[in-house]
């Protein structure tokens, strides 16, 4: 599995992430959508899926757009407010792109209708990842309280729970009113310091 970090807007991110055995490509929070076909078009690769965190425009305005230059498209999310949206999705369902497996989670907070996305390869070295777009991380956190089991969790030394195994690389958009800091892509989670 290999994630494309791509920067957009003034202060976000969109993610490409491709399944590298069928070079299939699922784009996260499509806010700018010519600027993923040409690194679609780069890497030689299919976009069959796009994955929406929230209906906020700065992470799925793109999805309109996408769907009518790709007939066929599919746009995932849970909230029906999502533009372009096809299929609704719940809680703790699992999908599957080649080899690469998602499962959703609700994590309202950000938004009510907010899903942060799971995603591994089985048998694979490399960590699974989180895209939480601008979701708060940790479902304890008073701000953001979350229906994930506390069976899909683990402790952080904090005592809060996250609901993804600790090895996960979690890829987050913007400001985190959990953490109250910036909580770039390449920075470590800052309540598994």
């Known amino acids: 599995m290999k994630v494309k970090v791509i920067p957009v807007l003034e202060d976000n991110y969109m993610y490409l992430v491709i399944e590298e055995r069928t070079r299939e490509a699922v784009a996260v929070d499509v806010a700018v959508p010519k600027r993923l ?9 299919s976009l069959t899926t796009v994955l929406t965190t929230h209906h906020h425009w700065d992470h799925a305005r793109g999805n309109a757009e996408l769907a009518r230059l790709l007939p066929g498209l599919v746009v995932l999310g849970a909230d029906e407010r999502i533009c372009a949206l096809t ?7 699992e999908l ?23 995603l591994w390869e ?17 479902p304890t956190c008073p701000t953001s309280p979350c229906p994930i089991p506390l069976s899909l969790t683990h ?18 958009a913007q400001f985190s009113r959990c953490t109250r800091a910036w909580w770039r892509p390449w920075a470590p989670c800052p309540l598994r310091q």
């Open 96 to 118: 599957r792109f080649g080899a690469i497996h998602v499962r959703c989670l609700l994590t309202p907070g950000h938004t009510l209708g907010h899903m942060s996305y799971f």
């Open 37 to 45: 076909l040409e690194i679609v078009g780069r890497e030689r690769v």
């Open 87 to 93: 299929r609704r999705l719940a809680h703790g369902e």
């Open 155 to 172: 402790p952080t030394p904090q005592g809060m729970h996250c609901p993804w195994p600790a090895a996960a690389h979690a890829w987050r």
């Open 122 to 138: 089985e048998e694979c070295p490399d960590p699974p990842a989180v895209f939480s777009g601008t979701g708060c991380p940790v």
